[in-house]
């Protein structure tokens, strides 16, 4: 039995989709794959239960048997998180261990996702080394492309982990700086006994927010294809050129948002001419019928918010890199990256796995 955890250094790394990709690779290799995320000390609540997506699509993903609450064991809502604070303190081990023994049984390797930092973890008793240590873990890091803070984060893992650390993914590099992480961070890193065991390039894909978390972020009411929210926004343009040269600027885009005021009716024409997968319109001014029907037609979303054009465009942009990988055009396209970029022979080989 191997036991993977994996940790990030911070929030938006892209740990979640690390975890899937690496076990649908296992999976394919004819290995037995099992995933859990044994803390979560920051667990939403919907309809009475705790709900972490990461663990709903990590259990579709791999067709597990076992319940959500074996597959999250320790998933701290904000009544158990003020409970533990208020005490007596809840000892999780037992919960913890209890469900590892669930899911350990018949696989060959398990999935352990880790927090968004090194940080987490200590209110419930079940820091990350502790985790690892429990478990004999061996530990990979997802780094987030950073110029600077990743060595940091990379070396403040080595440290905090010691001899359970296999190395680290560098995720989302820039075109721009491959040869940067290549020719310098990665031999770096291995001089501090740090493996590299892929750097996966950035990809505007994964990038992409959906057309529901822009809407969820801008507040804004979905006037017509809501069906249509669920896909990928990988551009963002807005329309405040005149309608004559509106056509030619929109074509340069594909999949994008466009961005105008709910007035510029030729404006939003002409988006609807091109591959568009949702107007956002501010000032909360209600488009013309024309423009609605156009939409509909297209399958395209209309977001009506109530901001301006300047804070719709500062809350979209926000969304970009930070979206949620839980769509299955992004895990498709993840683990494409993964093949390319990752050396999954290295990787093997420091899991002690033959295939």
Known sequence: ?????????????????????????????????????????????????????DVIFAKQVFEMPEPVEIIGPVALTQGKFEQQLRGPEVDYEPTMVHAYQKIADNRDIIIMEGGRSLRE??????????????????????????????????????????????????????????????????????????????????????????????????????????????KLVENMLVGAMSSESALVYFRRKANKAVITGGDRADIQMAALETSTRCLILTGNLYPNPVVIRKAEEQGVPILLTSMDTLSA???SEKYFDRSRFQ?????????????????????????????
């Open 121 to 230: 973890g200590y209110v419930a008793g079940l820091h990350p080394k502790k985790v690892v240590n429990i478990f004999d873990a061996k530990v990979v890091m997802v780094l987030k492309f950073d110029e600077v803070l990743m060595i940091d984060r990379a070396l403040t893992a080595k440290y905090y982990f010691g001899d359970t650390i296999l190395g680290v993914i560098i995720n989302g590099v820039p075109k721009a700086r491959v040869d940067y992480v290549t020719d310098i961070v990665i031999p770096y890193l291995n001089r501090h006994q740090l493996p590299v065991f892929g750097a996966i390039r950035r990809d505007v894909v994964l990038a992409a927010p959906t057309v529901a978390e822009l809407a969820e972020g801008l507040q804004a009411e979905v006037l017509c294809c809501k069906e249509g929210t669920s």
């Open 313 to 315: 465009i500062e809350v």
């Open 327 to 355: 769509q299955p055009e992004k895990l498709d396209r993840f683990s494409e990256l993964l093949d390319k970029y990752l050396d999954f022979n290295a990787l093997d080989q420091a899991l002690g796995i033959r295939v």
């Open 1 to 53: 039995m191997v036991n993977l955890y994996i940790t990030s250094g911070e929030t938006f790394s892209g740990k979640s989709a690390v975890c899937i990709g690496l076990g649908l690779h296992f999976r394919k290799d004819g290995l037995k794959v099992g995933y859990m995320k044994p803390v979560n000390i920051n667990c939403q609540l919907c309809e009475g239960s705790a709900y972490d997506e």
